[in-house]
């Protein structure tokens, strides 16, 4: 499968508790975005990559929130201090520059549970 | 105004039936533009690219009117798989084109 994955797919933690989801992009695929999708709304924009420069970063992002792609292949995101509100559907996508666009291709998500 | 602006519907339409979706944008330095479809508990997929002039692909016709700001998808001839929504897609110009997703629109196609 050459497609992006991400691991795990479900997360279910306490309030107060850190967690940790990777995402591996398609091999070729330069570009690594983190998006949050709640019930009912479009995917928000968390933070991109470009090979390991983490490039843009959402207000939206609090200081409990961090990612990585240490080495320009997979990234992680990490939330600190988990709180109710961060239940969510947490995306990754991955795309490349071609003739001017950058065409995302998603992962199947990871389903954050925060009780 | 929201930067991305989709009607969420639910829209219900018979099999067969022609349906027009619209995505309004605010930023008028917009750069490119998709369509995506995300099923029920699924991430979203590539559907198409919107180009200035208007693109097909089988049964889905994508247009951009740039002075209203606005992209639309048009599905002729619903099938019952195409029940999903539709999300528009908008990448902003700065270099990094950082995508922004409207909320999507919900479409259901009955027999």
């Known amino acids: 499968d050459t497609g992006v994955s991400q691991d795990p797919r479900h997360k279910i933690t306490k309030r107060g508790q850190n967690v940790t989801f990777r995402c591996d992009p398609i091999?070729?695929?330069?570009?690594l975005y983190w998006y949050r999708q709640t019930l009912g709304q479009g995917p928000e924009f968390l933070t991109y990559?470009?090979?390991?420069?983490?490039?843009?970063k959402s207000r939206l992002l609090s200081d409990r929130f961090s990612a990585e792609r240490p080495k320009g292949s997979f990234s992680t995101l990490e939330i600190q201090r988990t709180e109710q509100g961060d239940s969510a559907m947490y995306l990754c996508?991955?795309?490349?520059?071609?003739?001017?666009?950058?065409?995302?291709?998603f992962g199947p998500g990871t389903r954050l549970t925060v009780t | 105004r929201k930067e991305v602006e989709q009607d969420p519907g639910p829209f219900n339409v018979p099999e067969g039936a022609t349906v027009a979706f619209n995505c309004t944008y605010s930023?008028?330095?917009?750069?490119?533009f998709f369509w995506y479809r995300q099923d029920c508990r699924k991430e979203p997929k590539l559907l198409m690219s919107?180009?200035?002039s208007g693109n097909e692909d089988g049964r889905f016709t994508a247009q951009l009117n740039r002075a209203s700001q606005y992209i639309s998808l048009l599905i002729r001839d619903s099938k019952l798989s195409d029940s999903a929504t539709y999300l528009c897609?908008?990448?902003?110009?700065?270099?990094?084109?950082?995508?922004?997703f409207g909320r999507g629109t919900s479409l259901i196609v009955h027999p």
């Open positions: 091999s070729e695929h330069n570009r």
């Open positions: 996508a991955s795309s490349v520059l071609e003739g001017g666009t950058a065409k995302q291709y």
């Open positions: 990559f470009q090979n390991e420069a983490q490039l843009e």
């Open positions: 930023n008028s330095a917009s750069q490119s």
């Open positions: 897609v908008v990448n902003n110009p700065g270099g990094s084109y950082i995508p922004t």
């Open positions: 919107v180009y200035s």
